[in-house]
Every structure is written in C-alpha cells, then in structure tokens.
C-alpha cells in the first residue's frame, strides 16, 4: 500500500496568513492526488484534484502543487472559514489512501 | 443538483449484519464509479471500496481490512449504492461516506461529491 504523510500534523496561523501543507507518497504516484476539507462534524469537501486542478467552485486562494512523490496545498491568505482538518489522497493505485490530516487552527 | 443520501446506520452487535444506502440524484448514476469511505471517530479518512461503473462492468475494489466481510453493490435502477456490513467488529465503529468518482486524469478516479454520513456503532 501506498503511504502519504502530510506534515504538519497540525498548525496554528491567523487570518490573513499564507499557509503551506505538505504531502509526501511512499513511491511515485505521477499526479494522481487530491486534496480534501472537513470542518467538524461535517462531511469532507473536495477541493483539488489532479495535483492542481480546483475542483468547481472552489476558491482560487487554494492552490495545489507537486508531482512523483512530494506535493503540497497552499491557501494564500487565511480566512475563518479555512480553519478545518484538510487530507490529500492518493488515486495512483489501490487502496486508495489518505494522509493522516492536518488541522488548521486559529492563532 | 448532484445529491447523496446515505441512512442505515445504527447501533449492531459484534458479529451482527447492517446493510447501508446510499440514494443518489442529480447526476447519470451509471456514468460514474462510487465509493465508501469511513472515518472512526476522532480519526481520519479511510477508504473502504469502490464499485466501478457500468462501463467498467461493475467490478469492485475493496481495502484489505474490510474484504469479505463489507459487500458493495449498486442498483443503477433505483440509483443507490448500498454496503452490506457483516461479521461485524468494533472496530468497524465509524461515520460512512459515499463518495461520487470523478475521473482524476486519464483514468483514474478520485471523488468529487460526498453526502453526509451514516455513524454505524459496533458494541455489545
């Protein structure tokens, strides 16, 4: 199975700020990745998909980047309805699996 | 309006069956692979399988902790996807998602829409 760490586990930043979420794959996964949302007590959103493309509807502040094994999820300027838990996904091979999370929390 | 719909979900004993369902609209069911994904509480997401769509004649994909036991099916009739849960183990505790598939890029299929869950507790 293919195993993605996203670092960090958590973090804290304020409204306005710039933050980065980096997602790396147990071998190359070319650019089969996905990025999720969850706030607490909800179902998860999809955000990014294909490393980089933005899922409809989504905000331009969030951005995907990366290729192979190393990828990351940039918002580029923090707002309170971005504090939330967000997951990447690999979709390169079975099982599909998930980093195990980071939660985005308020300074 | 895409739309998913899960129910079934309840309290069962170790050993015991539930069946899951997921009523989907808004979209041509048959186009699109469909998935569940769990989350335990208090834990992260984890895929538990796929059932392909009718152009990949409905072949199914399971992760390797649920296989034999939870079963997808789908009805492309009714537009319903459905996870029959049996043997059931309390470690199967969690918040069921289904999870429209999107193709990703050439081929490969992540999720873009998802409903609202259905908690399943396994406990004596």
């Known amino acids: 199975d293919i195993q993605m760490t996203q670092s960090p586990s958590s973090l804290s930043a304020s409204v306005g700020d710039r933050v980065t979420i980096t997602c790396r794959a147990s071998?190359?996964?070319?650019?089969?990745l996905a990025w999720f949302q969850q706030k607490p007590g909800k179902a998860p959103k999809s955000l990014i998909y294909a490393a980089s493309s933005l899922q409809s509807g989504v905000p331009s502040k969030f951005s995907g980047s990366g290729s192979g094994t190393d990828f990351t999820l940039t918002i580029s300027s923090l707002q309170p309805e971005d504090f939330a838990t967000y997951y990447c996904?690999?979709?390169?091979?079975?099982?599909?699996?998930f980093g195990g999370g980071t939660k985005v929390e308020i300074k | 309006e895409v739309q998913l719909v899960e129910s079934g979900g309840g309290l069962v004993q170790p050993g015991g069956s539930l069946r899951l369902s997921c009523a989907a609209s808004?979209?041509?069911?048959?186009?699109?692979?469909m998935d569940w994904v769990r989350q335990a509480p208090g834990k992260g997401l984890e895929w538990v399988g796929r059932?392909?769509?009718?152009?990949?004649?409905?072949?199914?994909e399971y992760a390797a902790s649920v296989k034999d036991r939870l079963t997808i099916l789908r009805d492309d009739s009714k537009n319903s996807l459905y996870l029959q849960m049996d043997s059931l183990k309390t470690e199967d505790t969690a918040v069921y998602y289904c999870?429209?598939?999107?193709?990703?890029?050439?081929?490969?299929?992540?999720?873009?829409?998802w409903g609202q869950g259905t908690l399943v507790t396994v406990s004596s």
């Open positions: 996904q690999q979709y390169n091979s079975y099982p599909v699996t």
């Open positions: 059932s392909k769509n009718k152009a990949n004649i409905y072949t199914t």
């Open positions: 999870a429209r598939g999107m193709d990703g890029g050439s081929g490969w299929w992540t999720f873009d829409y």
């Open positions: 071998q190359a996964i070319n650019n089969y």
């Open positions: 808004g979209f041509t069911f048959s186009d699109h692979h």
